[in-house]
């Protein structure tokens, strides 16, 4: 299940990229958009009306013939923090960041702007796909959670980069379970 970002759907360049690595790898991929932008607003919801969205989607498609598959969240950006606020009460077994936002642009500084703690707070194993430029920072290498760094910035437009990525973190992840 992977997440789009604040500014756009699911047909980013590197939601896309890590969907067919993930099709590539023989896993099943869902690609969800948020009901904001399904209603055709631009402003996202506030995070627990994101949170319980994802989850409602989540369920819906684990009470169907999905039900016993592994499942591995992830997101974009914003659908990034979404995986990771809801990974654990969903049972995921893996999660899959691109372009994680750490903190707000310019508040790299404030430690109260800071969005890491929702990255620390998840258990499983973790891939975040980071443009080494990218103004929303650049998270630390963590328990379970590596961080590849790609070139450019917080669009992540080098879809070969994020697609080698993802596949090369998948492999271990499916075979691993």
Not at 16 to 42: C, F, H, I, M, T
Not at 61 to 84: H, N, T, Y
């Amino acid at each position: 299940m992977l997440g789009h970002g604040a500014a756009g759907g699911v047909g980013t360049t590197d939601l896309v990229a890590a969907a067919e690595a993930a099709s590539d790898a023989q896993v099943a991929v869902a690609l969800v958009e948020q009901p904001y932008v399904v209603a055709g607003r631009k402003s996202p919801a506030p995070a627990r009306q994101l949170d319980a969205a994802w989850t409602a989607v989540v369920e819906q498609l684990r009470g169907d013939r999905f039900e016993s598959l592994p499942l591995i969240v992830g997101g974009r950006s914003a659908g990034a923090r979404v995986a990771c606020r809801t990974a654990a009460d969903l049972g995921a077994v893996a999660l899959l960041c691109l372009a994680f936002p750490v903190h707000p642009p310019g508040k790299g500084d404030d430690p109260s702007k800071s969005r890491l703690g929702e990255l620390d707070a998840v258990e499983v194993p973790t891939l975040v796909v980071q443009g080494d430029s990218d103004p929303f920072g650049m998270p630390p290498e963590g328990p379970n959670r590596r961080v590849v760094k790609v070139a450019g910035n917080h669009s992540l437009k080098d879809a070969g980069e994020v697609r080698g990525a993802v596949s090369a973190w998948l492999a271990e992840v499916v075979t691993s379970r």
